[in-house]
């Protein structure tokens, strides 16, 4: 039995209270509050209609607007039944916490390393949460750690927070 | 068999021991293989057989740097990566000569942003550039015939490595032409 989009609602919101749906071209987004993440991303695993049992990517968007700037997405697939969503969650600038799904999906562990190293969110619970490909010290002059996919980031990174081999 | 008999019989060749050694040199470069990224690929064909180095004497890829004297660096070098390229660098045992294989590895390339070294000559001595994303081989062996034109212009230095020598430096092994 193919799985519908109001099949994935369904299970979605008979967890969380809060999903807003966003369809387009029949892909489906569900949009939750931080509060209930992992209770959806639980359900939308374990639930056996729905089976969203790979994690393809997280990474986030830093829409530059006060309040809720950042939006983290997480990208599942089910490969039972060939299906992929969606499911986005805002981050205050002002509180730059998630908890982690690690626990949920091990691929995570990875996806959130890189993506707390471009924008900063915090997975709390998360077992090894170091930089992913910049260097450990990437901070500017003031001692400010520095992350190169925030809009605010020059695109050709700030003067001397990474330094090059002397030339002899 | 006198000397004289035997000088007419097999011949000679009168030379200098310095143009031997730069002759020596120039026709058996042994490349180091920096291959970071796509322009690796057309280093592969360089050292192949239809491109095939191994007529400049090139053909040896050395994957010690300890055992080479030309460092090709063939790909995008990140801020991250610079370091190790400087590492590797400074393992070759002098005279050493480098390649800055296309235009990533020049001047950064369309990389123009916060990760990419907008060229290694920033921390590099580079005795060529190769431009083209990627260039082709045929580029490579251009480059390569120049760095041989640059070996047989340069003049060897003969250390007396006797009990007078003394501490020798990097900047006396190198003499600009």
């Keep these: 039995m193919a799985l519908s989009n109001n099949d994935i609602i369904q299970v979605a919101k008979a967890v969380a209270a809060d999903v807003s749906v966003v369809e387009h071209h029949g892909d489906l987004t569900l949009v939750v509050k931080a509060a209930d993440l992992l209770d959806v991303l639980y359900e939308l695993k374990d639930n056996p209609r729905t089976t969203f049992n790979l994690l393809i990517d997280i990474t986030a968007i830093d829409w530059a607007k006060p309040g809720e700037r950042y939006e983290v997405v997480y990208f599942l697939s089910s490969l039972a039944n060939a299906a992929r969503l969606r499911v986005k969650v805002g981050v205050h600038e002002d509180a730059l916490h998630l908890p982690t799904s690690v626990d949920v999906w091990e691929a995570a562990n990875w996806y959130e390393r890189e993506t707390y190293d471009m924008y900063g969110i915090i997975f709390d619970g998360h077992p090894d949460l170091r930089r992913f490909y910049m260097p450990e010290d990437f901070m500017d002059e003031h001692g400010t750690p520095l992350y190169p996919l925030r809009k605010d980031f020059p695109l050709m990174g700030i003067p001397g927070s990474l330094p090059l081999p002397p030339k002899d | 068999m006198g000397l004289n008999d035997q000088i007419t019989r097999d011949g000679f060749v009168t030379t200098t021991v310095e143009s031997l050694i730069t002759w020596a040199q ?71 000569w480098c390649i800055a294989m296309g235009v990533c590895t020049s001047t950064g390339g369309m990389f123009r942003s916060y990760p990419v070294v907008q060229g290694i000559d920033l921390f590099l001595p580079v005795d060529a550039y190769v431009s083209g994303c990627p260039p082709r081989p045929e580029a490579l062996i251009k480059a390569l015939m120049y760095i041989q034109e640059k070996v047989a212009e340069s003049k060897p230095q003969l250390i007396n490595l006797g009990k007078d020598s003394g501490d020798i430096r990097r900047s006396d092994l190198i003499v600009t032409p």
């Excluded at chain 2, 180091?32 to 057309?42: F, K, L, T």
């Excluded at chain 2, 050395?62 to 990566?81: C, E, H, N, W």
């Design chain 2, 26 to 96: 120039k026709n058996s470069l042994w490349p180091m293989p920096m291959g970071i990224s796509c322009c690796a690929i057309e280093m592969m064909a360089f050292g192949g057989p239809r491109a095939d180095s191994s007529r400049f004497g090139s053909e040896r890829f050395s994957f010690s740097p300890r055992q080479a004297d030309l460092m090709i660096v063939a790909g995008t070098v990140t801020y991250k990566m610079s370091w190790v390229v400087k590492k590797i660098w400074d393992q070759m045992p002098d005279p050493k």
